[in-house]
Nanobody, 115 residues
Framework: QVHFVESGGGLVQPGGSLRLSCAAS????????MGWYRQAPGKERGLVASITSGSNTNYADSVKGRFTISRDNALNTVYLQMNSLKPEDTAVYYC?????????WGQGTQVTVSS
């Protein structure tokens, strides 16, 4: 079983930036891909960005050009650089493998974009 710990969230003004980190309890190399997901109040959790073991990336249309996912396999860590943040990016952000394979979800990190 693998566990994920997300960090780096906070309150930021529209147009600002944040960098999220996700530390896994074991190696992430074996996963086909890792993903960042988010869940806004009253909405279902959805995939925001993914990165394969070969570092191929994919993004939801809503964040394309603003968010960048990366990984450091040596540190078992995945990052999400978020620029030009908008109020609609407000959500709890989680990481997990993609697909999730039944892995437990971490506590997530809250991102609030507000003036």
């Amino acid at each position: 079983q693998v566990h994920f710990v997300e960090s780096g969230g906070g309150l930021v003004q529209p147009g600002g930036s944040l960098r999220l980190s996700c530390a896994a309890s074991r190696s992430i190399i074996s996963f086909y891909a890792m993903g960042w997901y988010r869940q806004a109040p009253g909405k279902e959790r959805g995939l925001v960005a993914s990165i394969t073991s070969g570092s191929n990336t994919n993004y939801a249309d809503s964040v394309k050009g603003r968010f960048t996912i990366s990984r450091d396999n040596a540190l078992n860590t995945v990052y999400l650089q978020m620029n030009s943040l908008k109020p609609e990016d407000t959500a709890v952000y989680y990481c997990n493998s993609y697909p999730t394979l039944g892995n437990d979800w971490g506590q997530g990190t809250q991102v609030t974009v507000s003036s």
